[in-house]
């Protein structure tokens, strides 16, 4: 199991970007494949998480109504668009895969990628 974040960087406030994971060594559409991120001293903090077929879609209410989540099951990639980005965006963000029977926002998983920084500053 391989999970390949790309994507972060230095963005002033009010940017945006967009968080790619490729995943691979697994049947990716069999899985919820979440993001969670973690800025510097603090503990990890549940993002977004996406069912196998894309229809369902979470948010922590901290990111709610400004990223999207979405996954494209043919290319084995998962996304997360971030708009309006604030400093407290700031964090190291990580995909990871949902393990199989745990309720999705339970926040059970299994492989998590190296992750990506993302820095909002001006």
């Known amino acids: 199991v391989q999970l390949v974040e790309s994507g972060g960087g230095m963005v002033q406030p009010g940017g945006s970007l967009r968080l790619s994971c490729a995943a691979s060594?697994?049947?990716?559409?069999?899985?919820?494949m979440s993001w969670v991120r973690q800025a510097p001293g603090k503990g990890p903090e549940w993002v977004s998480a996406?069912?196998?077929?894309?229809?369902?879609?979470y948010y922590a209410d901290s990111v709610k109504g400004r990223f999207t989540i979405s996954r494209d099951n043919a290319k084995n990639t998962l996304y997360l668009q971030m708009n309006s980005l604030k400093p407290e965006d700031t964090a190291l963000y990580y995909c990871?895969?949902?393990?199989?029977?745990?309720?999705?926002?339970?926040?059970?998983?299994?492989?998590w990628g190296q992750g990506t920084q993302v820095t909002v500053s001006s």
């Open positions: 996406i069912n196998t077929g894309g229809g369902s879609t």
């Open positions: 990871a895969r949902d393990r199989v029977g745990w309720p999705i926002l339970q926040h059970e998983y299994d492989y």
């Open positions: 060594g697994f049947t990716f559409s069999s899985y919820d």
